[in-house]
């Protein structure tokens, strides 16, 4: 079964290796189809060169945030969502089994975690490493069986998880067709996991080894802004392809 993984993006100085490093992971994976959705009003064309590159089955799709979010002054932003709600609005048009898994640019994942999610038949779950102070996000397994969640932000959420942490299935989530991201910061994982009702923590499938191995980290990377613009006498090629802020 095809893996879709839905990748959010942004235009950032970081965005192209971010990118690059994630794309050479895919390229090892087979039968992925790579849905790589800018928070964007136009696709960028280096994004579109990269992609290109890699020879990987994709679509490069944009899905601007809202101005009503971006334009906030102060607190969180819903980053991201306008992206994967783009991303699954392409899987119900297009796909009709398979796996869907949600994928930050800026992760670090290993090629085992997509063997591991490949056979999931509604929704599975993994640890996420480097996350929160608790240094793991993971359901806890206890004698084989569900027992809660290990979390650093639990917040009254039903599915206190990453991202990173779940993988679902094309078949269970078309039908579905209600199912949803929510703008709503902090409670994104949550609210699309409420939205694939009925669906309780019990009937998780608990991969890599009962949640005892990471094969996923939230790695971020720091910020690079260049504190001076490109000074093309000084540098010579005008023909560099860097992204700027
Ligand atoms: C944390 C969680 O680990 C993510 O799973 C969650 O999506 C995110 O918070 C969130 O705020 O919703 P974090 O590392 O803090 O992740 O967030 P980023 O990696 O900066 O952004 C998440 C994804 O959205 C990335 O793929 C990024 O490229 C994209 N993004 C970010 C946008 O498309 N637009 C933005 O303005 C910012
Ligand atoms: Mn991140």
Redesign the pocket.
């Known amino acids: 079964p095809p893996l879709y993984i839905i ?4 235009r950032r100085a970081e965005q192209l290796p971010e990118l690059t490093r994630f794309a050479h992971t895919l390229m090892l994976v087979p039968n992925v189809y790579w849905l790589v959705i800018e ?1 964007a009003f136009e696709k960028s064309s280096l994004v579109a060169k990269l992609l290109e590159k890699t020879g990987l089955r994709y679509e490069h799709l944009i899905a601007p ?1 809202p101005e009503q979010y971006k334009n906030k002054k102060s607190g ?5 969502v306008s ?1 994967r709600n783009r991303g699954i609005q392409w899987v119900r048009d297009n796909a009709a089994d398979g796996v869907m898994y949600f994928a ?3 992760n670090t994942y290993d090629l085992e975690l997509f063997h591991e999610m490949r056979y999931t038949k509604r929704v599975s779950m993994f640890p996420v490493g480097l ?1 929160t102070k608790l240094g793991v996000s993971s359901p806890v397994v206890k004698n084989g069986v569900f027992s809660g969640f290990y979390d650093g932000w639990i917040a009254g959420r039903k599915f206190p998880v ?3 942490g779940f993988a679902v299935s094309v078949k269970f989530l078309l039908q579905r067709p209600n199912a949803t991201m929510p703008y709503k ?1 902090g409670y ?1 994982e949550d609210g699309f996991l409420k939205s694939l009702k009925p669906f309780e923590p019990k009937e998780i499938e608990l991969l890599a080894s009962n949640c005892s191995r990471i094969l996923v980290w ?1 790695t ?1 990377t720091k910020r690079n802004d260049p504190s001076s613009s490109l000074d093309l006498k000084a540098y010579g090629n005008t023909n560099i392809a860097i992204l700027k802020k």
Do not use: F, L, S, V
């Not at 990748?7 to 942004?10: A, N, S």
């Not at 969180?76 to 991201?80: D, E, I, L, Q, T």
């Open positions: 990748t959010p993006t942004y928070d945030m969180p932003k819903p980053r991201g992206n930050d640019d800026d996350i990453d991202m990173a910061p994104e939230h971020q």
